[in-house]
């Protein structure tokens, strides 16, 4: 019984109810907002605008440094192998 009462305190108990209660109205308003932007072909592009914003984490600089390198690898491999190189210069 002891065992009991350290996990079923009004406290405890309250945070328990509002963590479901959070995670169940998340849910309801994720399935409203995919409802509606499926309606409208702008609500799409507005969804689709704000889902990157929905990240949890960002991405490490390491990553984006890796990124950078791989490609640079592959612009001098495909000058080594005699393509011209590509018109746009944000490549």
Not at 32 to 56: D, M, Q, T, V
Request: net charge positive; glycine share 4%.
């Amino acid at each position: 019984m002891d065992l009991l009462q350290n996990y079923a305190s009004p406290a405890a108990l309250f945070l328990y109810a509002a963590v479901v209660a959070g995670i169940v109205l998340l849910c309801c308003l994720m399935a409203k907002l995919i409802r509606w932007a499926k309606r409208r072909p702008a609500g799409a592009y507005f969804f689709l605008a704000l889902l990157p914003l929905l990240s949890l984490f960002p991405i490490p600089p390491a990553e984006i440094k890796k990124l950078q390198q791989i490609k640079q690898e592959q612009v001098k491999r495909k000058q080594e192998a005699g393509e011209p190189p590509p018109n746009d210069p944000s490549v």
